[in-house]
């Protein structure tokens, strides 16, 4: 693949991707993009803090609340799981349980479960299982990514 980069004197900053079919490579330059470009507003201890996607390891829905987890932060969330799920489907976010959505990026090792669960350990160490339900999907969309390369 060729790339041109090109410093402006003025105007606004501009990324320009150019592809004959959409590739895996292609699709991770577009993810990069869209998740640099999407922040979210959490809360801690009643101060709101901007949050960077590409930093999320997962978000996780506890008694009715959404939380963020990032390597050393955890922070509540003013949205939903579903509206989550909506908004960072195309950023390599992946709905992994019935509570639970997790950053693909951020899965260091898969391990196969029984009952067709999957241990999926994060940068941090943390395991988190994928349940049976969406393990089906996760496995297509790993195979997807793996086929396209």
Known sequence: MKYVINQISNGENEVIVNYID???E??????????????????KDKVQKVIEISEILYIESVDGSTFAYMETDVLKLDYTLVQLEQLLNDINFFRSSKSMII???????LRSLPSNRIDARLVNGEHIIISRTYASDFRRILKKGASNE
């Open 26 to 43: 292609i699709e991770r330059i577009i993810n990069f993009i869209k998740s640099e470009q999407t922040k979210l507003i959490g809360l």
């Open 103 to 109: 950053n693909i990026d951020k899965v260091d090792s």
């Open 22 to 24: 959409m590739t895996s």
